[in-house]
């Protein structure tokens, strides 16, 4: 059973009678500052969050689901992109590549070499441009596609920020779920590709696409398919869904976290699957509740088997 935190009274009081903690501290912070040398002096989390935290580092038999010095990548979308560098080790001949899109990280804006930054860094316009901090603040999903070079030197978008590849993808996103052991995927209608967006663009003088990534931008409406990899192996043209899987376990082993989610775009032309998006415990409202719940409980389960127990509740 799961037993709800209150911050407001003792933590202790409550967490000796659980068997482990749930959290999503990354929806518990106050600020972020990307530029701190000290990754984990840059996250400032809720008074509640930093007690719970405090208690859990004082008392090492209190079981954290996913200890939060292990969510800190998933706040940093540098660092992000820096881990699937390593997803470059999966691939083999005669298979699609699995891979992160290019990126490059902007102090400013403004810097004189920018467009020769980009070209090495192999992007082109369209960019897509992020902030650094993926999540947790205020304008963490405030970003931009620029069609011109010439406009990031004027971009509202908040710094440090990544600049991603924009990955033409017919406007088809695979939303990828990791409970433990676990793999589910949804897929979803996407923004258009860049062709599409830069005729949009054209009355307005190609000038930034600035949005909430939250929010949706238009799409094709259709209803989401979902399913798990073990029933719908064969369910989705286009996508290789054993080498997804394996890039699943991979993540999730590299980040050392049970539960984690991210999107998959299928490149045009080159057939390239590209991972645009991590985060941790997402929604899973694309999956249905009879496939998602057990599987997230089964997960629970099987990292609170990890140590000795005899009591079944979860804060």
Known sequence: MFVSLNYELSISSQIENVDGVLHKATDEILSAEMSSSDFANRIVFTEGVQSLQRYTECHLNCHVIDPFNNIYSILDRL?????????ENLNSEGHPRIRGPHFLKLNSFGEPQLEKRLAEAKLSVPTIVKPQVACGVADAHSMAIVFKVDDFKDLNVPLPAVVQEYVDHSSTLYKFYVLGKKVFYAIKKSIPNADTLMRLSEGNGLK???????KSLPVDKEKPQSGDMESNNSSSKGIDLQLVTEAANWLKKTLDLTIIGFDVVIQEGTGDHVIVDVNYLPSFKEVPDEIAIPAFFEAIKEKLEMKPTTAHKLA
């Open 79 to 87: 660092r992000i992109q820096q881990h699937l560098l390593g997803l």
């Open 208 to 214: 930034p696409l600035l949005f909430d990534s939250l």
